[in-house]
């Protein structure tokens, strides 16, 4: 456990903001052009893998933030 505040937190968080507003944007920006024309269940399963997507490294970041370490 700590006992003192690091500064990794708060840093973490912005960080986290900024990565999953630019992976946001380039969703946001690139995907209805290549898929907008298909039906709608056919987007629906890649929305929802793009959605998934970024809980993948989220693990190791969130364990960096509270130790330091990225394993």
């Given at each position: 456990m700590r006992t003192e505040p690091t500064a990794?937190?708060?840093l973490g968080i912005i960080?986290?903001?900024l990565v999953l507003g630019g992976?946001?944007?380039v969703v946001a920006r690139y995907v209805p052009e290549l898929i907008g024309g298909w039906p709608a269940l056919a987007q629906a399963p890649v929305y929802l893998v793009l959605g998934i997507v970024w809980l993948l490294p989220l693990r190791r970041f969130l364990?960096?933030?509270e130790t330091g370490r990225w394993a």
């Open positions: 990794r937190i708060p960080g986290l903001l992976y946001a944007l364990i960096w933030m």
